[in-house]
């Protein structure tokens, strides 16, 4: 089982800002985390990726407080296409020690 | 834009059966991966490889091997597939282990 959990779903209307929280274990300082967008029958898309504080491109914004227990993707204003589910993923040191989220499905609408 | 490619989006095998998965990609990226995704368990790292010739184990290699001969191709197989291997299947590449990974569309296996 995944060791990095993420709340299982999430409701919003389209328009409103959305913060979705994902808690790790055992992050060190210079490990990534990175967020992923998932449609159905589609293989997973990179929205965005940090290792420190806050990172903002022009889709959304990673928040990773310095106790590094989690890490918070916000979507400024979601639309009815953003519905999807929501991945974290840590990388700690080599690529074998990746870890992906349970995942977060987001529901929006109108 | 980066280019994924997996050989079936369906497949359905037998028990015992060996069964090849390929994954191919055009931007000459230096890793590649393959994961399964299962409902409530996300997406768990079966294998990588970082060049060719090249893998390392994921969480979860029991009953899979890959093969990297060249650099744009990786190949997952199982060796006698099991039921328990019904899945979907993802390959993944990127530029170095913490850049941004490029997924293919997935290869749902049913075994039965």
């Known amino acids: 089982l995944a060791k990095t959990t993420q709340p299982i779903s999430m409701d919003s209307y389209e328009g409103q800002e959305v913060n979705i929280t994902c808690s790790h274990n055992n992050i060190a300082t210079n490990d990534y985390i990175t967020w992923y967008q998932q449609f159905p029958s589609q293989g997973p898309r990179f929205i965005i990726q940090?290792?420190?504080t806050k990172v903002t491109n022009e889709v959304a914004s990673l928040f990773i407080p310095a106790d590094r227990k989690s890490s918070t993707l916000s979507l400024p204003r979601v639309f009815l296409s953003d519905t999807a589910v929501y991945y974290c993923l840590e990388l700690t040191g080599t690529a074998s020690k990746l870890t992906f989220g349970t995942g977060t499905r987001l529901q929006v609408t109108l | 834009d980066v280019k994924v490619t997996q050989s079936s989006r369906y497949l359905v095998k037998r028990t015992g059966e060996k069964v090849f998965l390929e994954c191919v990609q055009d931007?000459?990226?230096?890793?590649m991966f393959w994961y399964r995704q299962d409902p409530g368990l996300g997406l768990r790292l079966i294998y990588f490889?970082?060049?060719?010739?090249?893998?390392e184990k994921g969480d979860i290699p029991e009953g899979y091997s890959v093969s990297r001969e060249k650099k744009e191709r990786f190949s997952l197989i199982l060796e006698s597939a099991s039921t328990n291997q019904t899945s979907m299947y993802l390959c993944?590449?990127?530029?170095?282990?913490?850049?941004?990974?490029?997924f293919g569309p997935g290869t749902r296996l049913t075994v039965t």
């Open positions: 940090g290792y420190k």
């Open positions: 931007m000459d990226h230096e890793n």
């Open positions: 490889s970082y060049d060719v010739k090249m893998k």
């Open positions: 993944a590449t990127s530029w170095g282990s913490h850049y941004e990974q490029y």
